[in-house]
């Protein structure tokens, strides 16, 4: 009897309400824990979008007037600073254009991505994991030093302040990335997969058309938003290779355009903001589910 009240002893709190997470069925420790660093998690990550969100709808007056204004609030919003984003400058026109760099951009790279991943990962060649790696490295390179060669490459094929300079230069950062996730995917696709394909006859490009790809549907979808994503916010390139108004995007626009000396259109800014963040959240939140799985069956190897 001593010896079996001793191992229930030894197993209760493992097994029972107070092993495991039973530390949280406290009141207390849940505030502790888990409310208040979630609470702070969520301030911090939705408190710009609600700095935009006010300051887009806030008559100018009420920008700079603290003393008579709360400055996180907005007393009588109106919906001048859009009316005058959307009709008195090119806005319209900068987010066609970051929309079409973004889709010829995240489509060039995945293609490429998809036959570099696949080769490395599934051919088994010698040296391959060494190409992966430099792949990976080549993706810590800063665009900063990247944009010098590509300068004189955009010059020298007449490219200059055109959309086609980003859609082919945007890959150089996209492709290594992309490659890398995907590598990961395709490493937890069973081989024995291939294998019996390969018995039956079938080629390599009808096992990577119809049994890969259909299989790494999450992963293409991940990488794609990630591609997407990048795409939609670069900066560096699209500054130093659009010239002409017409042909901005967003992020450069916005900020070439609309800030005037020591003149900040401070209303039109963050509403130019707020419209050019929607498209990106829209995506993550029809995929979200793809990008979590696609995540999960990257790094489980």
Not at 57 to 81: A, C, R
Not at 131 to 139: K, P, R, S, T
Not at 198 to 218: N, Y
Request: proline share 6%.
């Amino acid at each position: 009897m001593a010896v079996t009240e001793t191992r229930n002893t030894a197993v209760g709190p493992k097994g029972g309400d107070e092993g495991g997470m039973g530390y949280l069925q406290s009141l207390p420790r849940r505030v502790v824990t888990v409310y208040i660093p979630l609470v702070i998690f969520v301030f911090v990550l939705l408190f710009p979008f609600y700095w935009m969100a006010i300051t887009s709808v806030k008559p100018n007056e009420q920008m700079t007037n603290f003393n008579d204004y709360s400055p996180f609030w907005v007393i009588g919003p109106t919906l001048e600073h859009f009316r005058y984003l959307l009709f008195d400058t090119s806005y319209p026109g900068w987010l066609w254009n970051t929309i079409l760099i973004s889709f010829g951009s995240t489509f060039l790279s995945l293609l490429a991505a998809v036959f570099a991943a696949y080769a490395i990962e599934r051919l088994r060649f010698s040296g391959s994991r060494q190409v992966g790696l430099a792949i990976f490295l080549a993706y810590l390179v800063p665009p900063s030093i990247l944009f010098i060669p590509l300068s004189v490459m955009v010059f020298r094929l007449g490219l200059y302040d055109t959309p086609f300079a980003l859609i082919l230069t945007y890959p150089t950062f996209l492709v290594p990335f992309c490659t890398w996730l995907l590598m990961g995917y395709f490493r937890s696709i069973p081989f024995e997969l291939e294998e019996c394909a390969l018995i039956d006859g079938a080629s390599r490009w009808q096992i990577l058309t119809k049994i890969v790809l259909p299989l790494s549907v999450p992963g293409l979808i991940s990488a794609g938003i990630f591609a997407f994503t990048l795409s939609w916010n670069e900066f560096i390139y699209a500054l130093t290779f659009i010239q002409s108004s017409e042909n901005k995007t967003v992020p450069v626009g916005v900020l070439t355009e609309l800030v005037r000396s020591d003149v900040y259109e401070w209303g039109a800014l963050m509403a130019g903001a707020l419209i050019g963040s929607l498209p990106v959240v829209i995506l993550y939140s029809f995929f979200v589910e793809h990008y979590v799985s696609s995540m999960t069956g990257a790094v489980k190897e």
